[in-house]
């Protein structure tokens, strides 16, 4: 036999039944499926500042060698200045010229690294590139362009590095490609300085503009 409670406030069983069902803790789905997001977020971002790091260097490392090897190639078989005996081997000189100057090749390849980021409206080259599938900040687009920079430096002077270590070069060579290596890696670091201040800039404009 049950007892009736009486208590001041009246106790409907439909809300009880609904007190009863409500979870005791808070669900956490959806905050979890931000953390989630965060973490595949963050991997992504590593895995292209990885990725565009490698594809520069294999780049820089290509076609220097090409350029390095081909100028070798020029100076074993026709000397300087260069002598022809038929048509063929003018026709092989041209070909071999051609590839030693490849190194060329690097400046356009460099502006079109720089013009990862500076595009007005974030859909640049590079973004096609190496972004196909998703929605970057214009900032990391460009990190991802100066990274591609970086990359071909550390190719190019890994190639020099190994070819001076191979003729024994002396330590004031080693000196030299150090410097040079160094001014560039921090031409690298002055480009990220000025396209930070440059944000800093257009954040500000447009927070005057929005203000007035």
């Not at 001041?8 to 789905?29: G, I, K």
């Not at 973490?39 to 895995?47: G, R, V």
């Not at 060579?173 to 031409?187: D, E, H, N, P």
Request: negative net charge.
């Amino acid at each position: 036999m049950m007892t009736e409670i009486h208590t001041a406030v009246p106790l409907d069983r439909s809300s009880r039944q609904h007190d009863l069902e409500q979870p005791l803790l808070p669900s956490s789905t959806p905050q979890g499926q931000d953390e989630e997001e965060k973490i595949h977020s963050c991997w992504f971002t590593s895995f292209i500042a990885s990725w565009t790091f490698i594809n520069g260097f294999w780049l820089g490392f290509l076609i220097q060698t090409i350029s390095l090897g081909s100028t070798a190639v020029l100076a074993i078989n026709w000397g300087k200045p260069a002598t022809w005996t038929s048509k063929q081997d003018e026709f092989y000189y041209a070909v071999f010229f051609l590839l030693s100057q490849s190194w060329w090749l690097l400046f356009p390849i460099i502006c079109f690294a720089i013009d990862g980021g500076l595009a007005a409206n974030g859909k640049s080259l590079f973004e096609r590139c190496f972004y196909p599938n998703a929605s970057v900040a214009p900032r990391e687009v460009f990190l991802g362009g100066v990274r591609f920079h970086v990359g071909i430096v550390f190719g190019c002077f890994f190639v020099w590095s190994l070819i001076d270590l191979y003729f024994g070069a002396s330590v004031t060579v080693f000196i030299t490609l150090f410097f040079s290596f160094m001014a560039c890696l921090g031409l690298c670091y002055g480009m990220v300085l000025i396209y930070e201040r440059y944000i800093v800039e257009q954040e500000r404009e447009q927070s005057a503009t929005s203000s007035k």
